[in-house]
């Protein structure tokens, strides 16, 4: 059964840091790209960022460039999205998802509207003015 786990999720003041990591089962994790996406309160979902697991290139939505990273260890199955500066605009519901293939990439932009073939289950950041 194919399984995406989130966990590093909680409540950090303005400006601090947290990381997120999410753990797959179930399928070749090397063929796969994993993305991270958000929604916070009263607002649709967005993607927040992708790695593609079988050479670690990484995209990321406009508004946390600079401020997240994501990486992966395919030993362990695991991507990781490191979040630092955060803001209180950060506080969302935070989901892994993975897709075959790379990140759906069109001219250099991450189209993270595409389809993704599974979805965790969240994890909630809270962060605090």
């Known amino acids: 059964e194919v399984q995406l786990v989130e966990s590093g999720g909680g409540l950090v003041q303005a400006g601090g840091s947290l990381r997120l990591s999410c753990t797959a089962s179930?399928?070749?994790?090397?063929?796969?790209?994993i993305g991270w996406y958000r929604q916070a309160p009263g607002k649709e979902r967005e993607g927040v960022s992708c790695i593609s697991s079988s050479d670690g290139s990484t995209y990321y939505a406009d508004s946390v460039k600079g401020r997240f990273t994501s990486s992966s260890d395919n030993a362990e199955n695991t991507v990781y999205l490191q979040m630092g500066s955060l803001k209180p605009e950060d506080t969302a519901v935070y989901y892994c998802?993975?897709?075959?293939?790379?990140?759906?990439?069109?001219?250099?932009?991450?189209?993270?509207?595409?389809?993704?073939?599974?979805w965790g289950k969240g994890a909630l950041v809270t962060v605090s003015a």
């Open positions: 998802a993975a897709d075959r293939g790379s990140c759906a990439v069109v001219n250099g932009s991450w189209r993270w509207y595409y389809g993704m073939d599974y």
């Open positions: 179930g399928f070749t994790f090397d063929d796969y790209a």
